[in-house]
Structures are given as C-alpha cells and as structure tokens.
C-alpha cells in the first residue's frame, strides 16, 4: 500500500534478512537506509515484475489477456483496484465496505465501458453479484494476477494502494476515490508522499464528480508524467536483466 510511516516496524524486522533492496527509483533509495535502517546493497534497477507492462503493451497480448480473463474487446476498461483499511479488522482477516454504486457507474460511463473489480488481497469479504450489472462489471478473485489486470486496463480508479505506482508506468489516466480521506489521513496512517502534490491523479471524494471526469476525458498528463520522472525513474522494460547480471557478478 501507500508508504507509510507505520509500515516501518514491518520493513525493519523484514530487512534485517535481506542482502539486496530491489528499488524503482532515487526516491526510495534515498529512503530505504533511513525509514527501514536497511544497511546492505540497495539495486536501484526498477522492479523486474513492471518488465511485462512493457513487453505485454501492444494490442496482440491485450487481445489475449481479455479472451482470458473473459472480457469483451471492444469495450473501455476500468479498474477499480481499492486497499483495506487498518481499523477494518476481524478475527479471519480485514473486511471492506464497499463504496461504489455500479449501478451508478454503469449509467454516468455508458455502454461502452466495462469495470474490472479487483479488491486488496487481505480483504475477506466478496462484492456481491447484481444482475443488473452483468457485462458491466466483472468480479476479478483477489488473488489473481495484477500485472495482467494493468495491461488490458485503459484507467485505474483506486485510493491508498500503491497499484498505482506499477500501474503509471503505462502511462494512462489513474483516479483516486478517497470518500474517507479526512479519516484516513488523521486517524489511520500517515503517508510518506505529499498525495495532494505528489501523487499522479486528482483526488475525489465524491462518486458522481470522479465519475463524470472521467466520462469527460478530464485528466492531467502533466501530473503522470512528472510522477514517473521522479517516482519511477528506473523503470524501462529491462529490470530482470539488471538484477540478473548484478546477482551473477556477486557470485563469480
């Protein structure tokens, strides 16, 4: 999910084991020593599983990926990839209460779009199926595969998963519905990035205006583009040959 300072402790204990911190940019290079006390050699190399937003980005594996997964191909694609929330939590796992009305969704976006549901994979409980929403919204599994769910997605809509950060490098619009913001930000956790600055989307707290921005096409490149530059800077397609040939070095 989003860096967060409470994610430390979690990060600290997980590094004391490791040799190599695989990282996609400056930005966290910088931050790892301090925020995770990580003191052994970071691979600013970007990370070898974003390589398939790449060799995957052509219309023949999107094709592909959609005859797959059982969605139609000449339909717009969005994805609603939303997070857990901390104070969520029950005995088996963290629920989620879902605040989006499809039905809503399907009648701003029209007939030619489609919506992919993908929930956080800690999340315990299930969209329910309405008949109203078939071939409209499709329910992905929470443990299926992402990577594939960027490729063939035309804009993400999430709140404070980092899906975000894999997702810009495709370059396409990415909405943040953050309807719990206020809370979020004060009562939940406390977030490494500026999001009102930093992050490469607008914010919206309200459903029908993030609706109707992106029924209108109403989105800042600007913003994507600066985000990558500094966010994602070592991401080129080419990451799993760099942290091959550092590995291979290592052990000659």
């Known amino acids: 999910d989003f860096p967060t300072k409470k994610s430390e402790k979690k990060y600290i204990r997980k590094c004391k ?8 940019s400056k930005f966290v290079a910088d931050l790892a020593p301090s925020a995770f006390k ?4 970071i691979m600013d190399t970007g990370y070898p599983r974003t390589d398939i937003l790449y060799s995957s980005n052509n219309e023949e594996e999107m094709g592909r990926l959609k005859e ?7 339909k717009k694609v969005i ?13 088996a796992g963290y629920t989620f209460e879902l605040k ?19 929930p ?3 999340i315990i409980n299930t969209f329910k199926d309405d008949p109203e929403l078939d071939g409209f919204l499709y329910s992905i599994p929470a443990q299926a595969e992402i990577n594939e769910l960027y ?21 396409r619009p990415i909405y943040f519905y953050m309807y719990d913001l206020k809370e979020y930000a004060t009562d939940l956790r406390g977030f490494y990035l500026d999001i009102h600055k930093d992050i490469p989307g607008e914010i919206y707290m309200d459903e029908e205006t993030m609706l109707k921005a992106i029924k209108n096409e109403v989105y800042d490149y600007s913003k ?19 942290v091959v040939d550092i590995l291979y070095k290592a052990v000659q």
């Open 100 to 118: 989006a009305n499809f039905r809503k969704w399907k009648e701003i976006l029209g007939e030619d779009t489609i919506v992919v549901f993908k």
């Open 38 to 41: 990580f003191e052994n050699t």
């Open 224 to 242: 994507l583009n600066e985000f990558n530059q500094y966010f994602n800077n070592h991401e080129d397609g080419n990451a799993s040959k760099r």
């Open 120 to 122: 956080h994979y800690l």
């Open 68 to 74: 797959k997964l059982g969605l139609p191909k000449d």
């Open 151 to 171: 490729v063939i997605s035309d804009i993400l809509i999430t709140d404070y998963s980092s899906v975000f950060f894999d997702y810009a490098i495709l370059k």
């Open 17 to 24: 084991r490791w040799d190599y911190l695989i990282v996609q």
């Open 79 to 91: 994805m609603y990839a939303p997070t857990w929330r901390d104070n969520s939590y029950v005995s």
